[in-house]
């Protein structure tokens, strides 16, 4: 018989399941009949033991594994037969009224995947990001390698200024007390570089070596120093030395500190374009993702399974507490983590992860073998052994599985771009990279 489903609030559903006791009954008794052949009690021999004993030591517990069993196959009956997908593990309760006396009864309540429509997508407006490698952005980046290898010289007279090495000696005190962590001697810096909150590097910028200076510095509210967070302290400091930066010059010898075998520059600065370029494409490609999913998810009007959210919050609470012991917290596994913390990012993956999988299964965008080896091919290209990382991908499923998931965002990313209205977007160098806010 069809089992009548009641709806509730939103996903949620509920189904009524009974079973006989006479089943129940009847099974407990074979049961107990196999128990009986090898069952052992003081007194008797091995599979001599009385029914009326077996009954009392065994039967209570195995009555207990049959309702179990017997609810969890109606159940699983019951959710076959109405043909609904169920999101979650069902929580039972038991009937207690109107239910015969030769019956144990129960109310299944779960949650259902929604019905997700797959929105048109030629209506939809997404950004494709784009980037050009010029020779500016080649000389800055070896200019950055040339200055991460800098020897600094000291100059008598110079005042200390952005890429200068500054020594210094200084001293913190907070209502004339000095605190932990705000004294050294000889601490050696570069200007320019944000080491330093920006107030202390302005006050030592424009110093020479033997100048002496005192000024406040107003800690910012989420410093990591907790005891000095918020606080305003009088630092004092004396300038030991300046030192000039002196970059290598760009021969073979630079060329081969920085891993090119034949010394060879020309062949060093296209290592770098390239490097350059993979390093865009990757960007502008998460960018362009980021605009797909956000435009999916706008268009994704349906409920979430709370189950799914909730199992996606402990997710991500595990994630955390594995990312804080590759930091080294000693209580990584105690300290508390509020799954609710992750919350709306949970209702935001499972919402996505729905409709790009209906996506999926309706236009057929799922990941072919060929497409997965060229991704990992792809991939290899960035190790020195190429051919035993496509072999290692290639042999370990879990691996092979990861570069799958990669592939299957792609497919959907060039599926919408193929249908949706497209803006090309052009994005500045050091914005995509992040370096806009230093160089300023």
């Given at each position: 018989?069809?089992?009548?489903?009641?709806?509730?609030?939103?996903?949620?559903?509920?189904?009524?399941?009974?079973?006989?006791?006479a089943d129940v009954e009847l099974a407990v008794k074979s049961e107990l009949k196999k128990a009986a052949r090898t069952?052992?009690?003081?007194?008797?021999?091995?599979?001599?033991?009385?029914?009326?004993?077996?009954?009392?030591?065994?039967?209570?517990?195995?009555?207990?594994?049959?309702?179990?069993?017997?609810?969890?196959?109606?159940?699983?009956?019951?959710?076959?037969?109405?043909?609904?997908?169920?999101?979650?593990?069902?929580?039972?309760?038991?009937?207690?009224?109107?239910?015969?006396?030769?019956?144990?009864?129960?109310?299944?309540?779960?949650?259902?995947?929604?019905?997700?429509?797959?929105?048109?997508?030629?209506?939809?407006?997404?950004?494709?990001?784009?980037?050009?490698?010029?020779?500016?952005?080649?000389?800055?980046?070896?200019?950055?390698?040339?200055?991460?290898?800098?020897?600094?010289?000291?100059?008598?007279?110079?005042?200390?200024?952005?890429?200068?090495?500054?020594?210094?000696?200084?001293?913190?005190?907070?209502?004339?007390?000095?605190?932990?962590?705000?004294?050294?001697?000889?601490?050696?810096?570069?200007?320019?570089?944000?080491?330093?909150?920006?107030?202390?590097?302005?006050?030592?910028?424009?110093?020479?070596?033997?100048?002496?200076?005192?000024?406040?510095?107003?800690?910012?509210?989420?410093?990591?120093?907790?005891?000095?967070?918020?606080?305003?302290?009088?630092?004092?400091?004396?300038?030991?030395?300046?030192?000039?930066?002196?970059?290598?010059?760009?021969?073979?010898?630079?060329?081969?500190?920085?891993?090119?075998?034949?010394?060879?520059?020309?062949?060093?600065?296209?290592?770098?374009?390239?490097?350059?370029?993979?390093?865009?494409?990757?960007?502008?490609?998460?960018?362009?993702?980021?605009?797909?999913?956000?435009?999916?998810?706008?268009?994704?009007?349906?409920?979430?399974?709370?189950?799914?959210?909730?199992?996606?919050?402990?997710?991500?609470?595990?994630?955390?507490?594995?990312?804080?012991?590759?930091?080294?917290?000693?209580?990584?596994?105690?300290?508390?983590?509020?799954?609710?913390?992750?919350?709306?990012?949970?209702?935001?993956?499972?919402?996505?992860?729905?409709?790009?999988?209906?996506?999926?299964?309706?236009?057929?965008?799922?990941?072919?073998?060929?497409?997965?080896?060229?991704?990992?091919?792809?991939?290899?290209?960035?190790?020195?052994?190429?051919?035993?990382?496509?072999?290692?991908?290639?042999?370990?499923?879990?691996?092979?599985?990861?570069?799958?998931?990669?592939?299957?965002?792609?497919?959907?990313?060039?599926?919408?771009?193929?249908?949706?209205?497209?803006?090309?977007?052009?994005?500045?160098?050091?914005?995509?990279?992040?370096?806009?806010?230093?160089?300023?």
């Open positions: 018989m069809q089992p009548v489903v009641e709806t509730l609030e939103g996903l949620e559903r509920r189904i009524e399941i009974s079973v006989a006791l069952a052992k009690s003081p007194g008797f021999r091995p599979g001599k033991v009385p029914m009326s004993i077996l009954e009392r030591s065994h039967a209570p517990g195995i009555r207990y594994d049959v309702i179990n069993q017997k609810v969890g196959q109606a159940l699983d009956e019951s959710l076959q037969k109405s043909g609904l997908k169920v999101a979650g593990s069902p929580s039972l309760e038991p009937k207690q009224e109107g239910v015969p006396d030769d019956t144990l009864a129960f109310f299944a309540t779960f949650e259902v995947y929604p019905e997700i429509m797959v929105p048109d997508l030629s209506v939809m407006t997404v950004k494709r990001a784009s980037c050009a490698v010029t020779e500016a952005e080649v000389e800055k980046t070896l200019t950055v390698l040339r200055e991460q290898r800098a020897e600094y010289v000291a100059e008598e007279g110079r005042s200390a200024g952005d890429n200068d090495q500054v020594k210094i000696d200084f001293v913190g005190k907070i209502d004339d007390i000095a605190f932990d962590g705000g004294t050294a001697e000889d601490f050696a810096f570069v200007l320019g570089k944000g080491r330093m909150l920006p107030e202390f590097e302005a006050a030592v910028s424009g110093l020479k070596a033997g100048d002496e200076k005192t000024f406040p510095l107003s800690f910012p509210a989420d410093y990591g120093g907790k005891e000095v967070a918020g606080k305003t302290a009088q630092f004092t400091i004396k300038v030991k030395e300046v030192a000039r930066p002196e970059l290598p010059v760009i021969d073979e010898a630079f060329a081969k500190s920085l891993g090119q075998a034949e010394g060879s520059v020309e062949k060093l600065t296209t290592d770098i374009r390239q490097n350059l370029e993979r390093e865009v494409q990757s960007r502008t490609s998460s960018r362009t993702k980021a605009s797909v999913m956000d435009a999916l998810l706008a268009a994704a009007d349906f409920d979430v399974p709370k189950a799914l959210v909730a199992t996606e919050s402990e997710s991500r609470v595990a994630a955390a507490r594995e990312e804080l012991k590759q930091r080294g917290l000693p209580n990584a596994e105690t300290i508390p983590i509020p799954p609710e913390t992750f919350a709306d990012e949970a209702k935001r993956r499972v919402k996505l992860g729905l409709m790009i999988g209906e996506l999926i299964r309706q236009v057929g965008l799922q990941a072919k073998p060929e497409q997965v080896r060229e991704k990992i091919e792809k991939f290899a290209q960035n190790y020195e052994q190429p051919a035993q990382v496509v072999s290692y991908y290639l042999s370990d499923r879990q691996r092979r599985a990861e570069i799958e998931a990669i592939v299957l965002e792609d497919n959907v990313v060039d599926h919408v771009l193929a249908k949706a209205k497209v803006t090309d977007e052009t994005v500045v160098f050091d914005e995509l990279m992040g370096t806009s806010a230093q160089a300023a």
